[in-house]
């Protein structure tokens, strides 16, 4: 961290945890079962333990974010299992509500 | 990335034309044949009518659903519903858990969505901090399939290694060499309990007959009623619900059961207009689990019953009364009969209605009657506790912490709903803490903290209904929101007793959609 600087709040607060040594002290924080917090950032919940640290709108790099696998547990990963995840909905800004879930619906 | 989804497109392609080419439609075809002929095209056979890697696991028959699905999203599987049904059907009677190895983690199957979970690490960082750790307790492996496991994971979603919490360690050197030993040796594919089970477990004759049940149903109040029981065919079963909610609301409904394992019982039925679904132990004559809506899994209640053969008292609906008052009681149970005995300072004042299923009872608290717990008993029934209580000494917000989520809007997900009840606890004459009950309330909520004061979350994130029902806001960005944020937020959830005026508080955060939603979080 010594070479590089904060450019926006989120990373500043971030410094600032680590800084003071309460970075595992947040990010150990458990969110309920199924949701994820420290995938930097979660995807339910910021590693402080509430959403204001989020991707937000989450909308707004959700392909840049599904595309590498980063919350497969809670978002269709692209690149190795649902690569058309998103063709009815090629710009998320636009097209979010053509995204479906996708777990088969026979449960 | 071109070239991993041009790969990815071929080995689908070709394993769904290898398993359409090679083998026959499966159609009415019981489990183990469809298993074979969907399987062993990668599955190899290893003798004794095994199959590679398949033979070798146990789970649920959420487990195995999603073992399925995942062959169906992953690898171009083609299975009907009904085919795949009955592969769970045949995987989960022979590859299940004993009763005792899903003990403390069947919140996952009962989908109790807000369970905070508590794993020791390193599992707690390196499997349940993107799902569920129960999604992997409810699992039994070898040393070898857990390894497997681990290979899996991180050759389908490589970047596992770059995220918090992995990229600050060897995240494969820690997964290959400390986790997956652990698992093997916490959760074994071999087990005493297992192999104790597979000898003792019940056939589908300890289930038809009349069940008793006892219910509450967050925000919506305690239900009674009976469960009638049929036997079909094989382990399914036809059921029909006669119950009503403490107001007289009727329960009413009908559909069916199955049970896998001998004990693992899942319904579908309609109750009125909604879909509900099942997910119960059925146990020595009781059943035990939750009973949710199949659409809005957060409504939903907890449920217990006995068969009419296995007297067994369930519950005092409420169960609770405050000194010096006249209350009307209800016991719920089977095999009912007689005068209850309530405990030191409350009388039975008169009996109000008595069959086997149930027996209300007016009852008085004296003036004097000393604040706590009493054990209710009726004959040799016991197992129930009632509270009396003069003054209320904390109010908690159960849940205390829980997570709702935006939807709809013209999407495809839908909202999901936070739902509260104020949990009223006394102080009893040995001055240690007792739970009351849960007591009618006022709610509001408010930002959590400063951040989501500036953020406007109370404004964005929802409403509070006056019922303790919180109603998320729309999915999608948000114009009207400083960067046109989602309507996210970090809510306190505050309770007001509408008698008394004590105030508890809870955590509520409303979140965004999620798009993976397998049975088991």
């Given at each position: 961290m010594k070479h590089l600087k904060p450019l926006n709040n989120k990373a500043l607060i971030l410094e600032q945890a680590a800084a003071e040594d309460r970075l595992e002290e947040v990010v150990a924080m458990s969110s309920v079962a199924?949701?994820?917090?420290?995938?930097?950032?979660?995807?339910?919940?910021?590693v402080f333990g509430g959403?204001?640290?989020?991707?937000?709108?989450?909308?707004?790099?959700l392909y840049g974010c599904s595309d590498p696998c980063w919350w497969p547990a809670q978002v269709p990963d692209m690149?190795?299992?649902?690569?058309?995840?998103?063709k009815d909905a090629q710009s998320s800004d636009e097209g979010w509500r053509n995204l479906t879930t996708v777990f088969p619906n026979d449960k | 990335m071109k070239t991993t989804r041009l790969r990815h497109y071929l080995s689908a392609g070709t394993l769904a034309m290898l398993a359409c080419a090679v083998l026959p439609p499966a159609v009415a075809e019981d489990g183990k044949a469809i298993l074979n002929a969907k399987c062993m095209a990668c599955h190899t056979p290893e003798g004794n009518d095994a199959l590679s890697r398949i033979s070798h696991q146990r789970k649920t028959p959420e487990g195995w659903l999603m073992s399925i699905a995942r062959m169906q999203l992953m690898y171009g599987v083609k299975i009907s519903d009904e085919d795949r049904r009955s592969v769970v059907k045949y995987l989960a009677d022979r590859q299940g858990l004993a009763p005792s190895e899903t003990d403390g983690m069947r919140y996952a199957m009962e989908r109790r969505l807000n369970t905070v979970e508590k794993f020791d690490e390193p599992l707690n960082q390196?499997?349940?901090?993107?799902?569920?750790?129960a999604r992997v307790a409810l699992q039994r492996r070898p040393l070898q399939e857990w390894e497997r496991l681990v290979e899996f994971h991180l050759g389908r979603w490589p970047s596992l290694e770059y995220q918090m919490m992995s990229r600050d360690r060897d995240w494969l050197g820690l997964a290959r060499n400390e986790v997956a030993p652990q698992l093997a040796k916490d959760?074994?594919?071999?087990s005493q309990a297992w192999s104790d089970w597979q000898k003792s477990k019940p056939g589908a004759?300890?289930?038809?007959g009349q069940w008793s049940f006892s219910g509450h149903m967050m925000t919506r109040g305690d239900v009674r009623g009976v469960m009638s029981v049929t036997h079909d065919s094989g382990d399914t079963f036809n059921i029909e619900v006669k119950g009503q909610y403490a107001d007289g609301t009727p329960f009413n409904g009908s559909g069916s059961a199955i049970v896998y394992n001998g004990y693992e019982w899942r319904g579908n039925l309609k109750i009125g207009d909604v879909r509900m679904h099942q997910v119960f132990a059925a146990l020595n004559g009781e059943m035990k689990g939750r009973m949710f809506e199949t659409?809005?899994?957060?409504?939903?209640l907890d449920f217990s019953a006995a068969r009419q053969d296995s007297p067994r008292?369930?519950?005092?609906?409420?169960?609770f009364i405050r000194a010096g008052n006249e209350a009307e009681l209800t016991l719920v149970g089977s095999g009912l009969s007689g005068t209850p005995?309530?405990?030191?300072?409350?009388?039975?004042?008169?009996?109000?209605e008595s069959t086997p299923q149930l027996l209300r009872v007016k009852v008085k608290a004296a003036a004097d009657a000393a604040p706590g717990l009493r054990n209710v008993a009726l004959g040799a029934l016991k197992g129930v506790d009632l509270a009396v209580y003069t003054e209320v000494a904390e109010v908690k917000v159960v849940p205390a912490y829980s997570v709702a989520r935006i939807g709809e809007n013209g999407g495809t997900t839908p909202k999901v709903q936070g739902r509260f009840e104020a949990e009223a606890w006394g102080k009893g004459a040995d001055g240690q803490p007792y739970r009351i009950g849960y007591l009618p309330a006022k709610w509001t909520v408010e930002p959590f903290n400063e951040q989501a004061r500036d953020d406007e979350d109370v404004k964005f994130a929802g409403t509070m209904q006056r019922d303790g029902v919180f109603l998320p806001a729309g999915a999608g960005p948000n114009p009207q929101r400083r960067m046109m944020a989602n309507n996210v937020g970090n809510l306190k959830v505050i309770a007001q007793l509408e008698e008394g005026g004590l105030q508890g508080e809870g955590q509520l955060i409303v979140t965004v959609q999620r798009w993976n939603s397998p049975p088991l979080p």
């Open positions: 199924g949701c994820t917090a420290t995938t930097d950032p979660g995807w339910e919940v910021d959403v204001a640290s989020l991707c937000q709108p989450m909308e707004a790099d690149m190795s299992t649902f690569p058309d995840w998103n | 390196m499997c349940a901090r993107c799902h569920s750790g959760y074994p594919l071999e004759d300890a289930l038809p659409e809005h899994d957060e409504r939903g008292l369930l519950a005092v609906q409420p169960a005995d309530l405990g030191a300072g409350v009388e039975v004042v008169k009996v109000l």
